[in-house]
């Protein structure tokens, strides 16, 4: 396990797999349950927030526990969707955050492009972690900003879904091109005021869904970082 990166993981491994032939097609199943365990152990952390979660808005002040499962198909048959560079880089500096200057959410998502052959302003939008905790989205927001002169359109599910942990990286990638395939960009629900340490802000409202490379970004427990690049083909 690599905590809340789990699926997102194995969706790289699989990736890999199909690129060595090893096989013709993989099933990656993500999903994670609520406990007690989980439940306090977030809260013992003080990342529990007792009002709906608001990623990457100033006043942010913790996660909302969300459950779910999300169930993806890769193979090498023709498909709308082509997963290119996928990079999952470890974030050592502390046990629980990666660096909140955003170096290494800049560093994983520059592999991510680099391998699969993009540059930054090839990225038409960007499927964030956004967990609504205040360093995670401090690390992920500077990294983005970073990285991208003009960021592109950019949103976190985690205000609609809660945070489904393990499940989050297949569960999310499926939601978020199945918004491209309905023709728009979600809103990042709970967001109204940027916070000036990160200094950009996510989507407000929907938007016409763009083509061209995506990013889908997820930081786990334990310095897991992923980034992958999924394009229209």
Do not use: Y
């Not at 629900?189 to 869904?209: K, M, Y």
């Amino acid at each position: 396990t690599t905590a809340c990166t789990s699926s997102a993981v194995a969706m790289a491994t699989a990736a890999r797999h199909l690129r060595a032939g090893t096989c013709d097609r993989a099933v990656v199943v993500g999903f994670d349950t609520l406990s007690s365990f989980i439940l306090h152990g977030f809260r013992s952390l003080l990342l529990i927030d007792g009002e709906p979660c608001r990623p990457f808005d100033e006043s942010r002040a913790g996660l909302q526990l969300g459950e779910g499962a999300g169930v993806l198909v890769l193979g090498r048959d023709e498909s709308r969707w082509r997963l290119g560079g996928t990079a999952n880089l470890l974030d050592a500096g502390h046990v629980t955050s990666s660096a909140t200057d955003g170096s290494t959410a800049e560093a994983v998502m520059a592999k991510a492009l680099a391998l699969g052959g993009h540059t930054p302003a090839d990225v038409a939008s960007i499927k964030a972690h956004g967990t609504g905790t205040g360093d995670n989205d401090l690390a992920e927001g500077c990294g983005i900003r970073r990285l991208f002169p003009e960021p592109p359109p950019f949103a976190s599910l985690k205000g609609m879904l809660g945070h489904t942990l393990g499940a989050a990286g297949s569960l999310e990638v499926a939601l978020w091109l199945g918004c491209l395939e309905a023709g728009f960009l979600p809103a990042s629900a709970g967001f109204s005021t940027i916070d000036p340490r990160i200094g950009i802000a996510p989507l407000q409202s929907v938007v016409p869904a763009p083509r061209g490379a995506h990013l889908f970004n997820g930081f786990g427990f334990g310095g897991s970082c992923v980034c992958q690049v999924i394009t229209d083909a």
